[in-house]
Nanobody, 119 residues
Framework: VQLQAFGGGLVQAGGSLRLSCVAS????????MRWYRQAPGKQRELVAG???????NYVDSVKGRFTISRDNAKNTVYLQMNRLKPEDTAVYYC??????????????WGQGTQVTVSS
């Protein structure tokens, strides 16, 4: 099982980006899917999460600006980021709790995608 993230880049403050993360491989079931981020010199933080039924949660700093969603048929989670701020600059990682077709529930991570917001 692998997670692969797409969609990072350089954007001006106030702009938007959409991140995607696709899970592939021998997937039996995907539980929660999440986006984390890590800025230079800071700890990794949970940005947003989405359960398999669509319940979402966000860190306070992105509420009203970011939206997490998922397409269960495509094993994909998205993060729509609007009104971006320079403090959103970080490497963004997707994370998911997945049960492979042959195995137990495991916590998988994507490779990270850089988001840079210029002022």
């Amino acid at each position: 099982v692998q997670l692969q993230a797409f969609g990072g880049g350089l954007v001006q403050a106030g702009g938007s980006l959409r991140l995607s993360c696709v899970a592939s491989g021998t997937i039996g079931y995907i539980h929660d899917m999440r986006w984390y981020r890590q800025a230079p010199g800071k700890q990794r933080e949970l940005v947003a999460g989405c359960t398999s039924s669509g319940r979402t949660n966000y860190v306070d700093s992105v509420k009203g600006r970011f939206t997490i969603s998922r397409d269960n048929a495509k094993n994909t989670v998205y993060l729509q980021m609007n009104r971006l701020k320079p403090e959103d600059t970080a490497v963004y990682y997707c994370n998911a709790d997945i049960v492979p077709t042959t195995g137990r529930l495991y916590d998988y991570w994507g490779q990270g995608t850089q988001v840079t917001v210029s002022s």
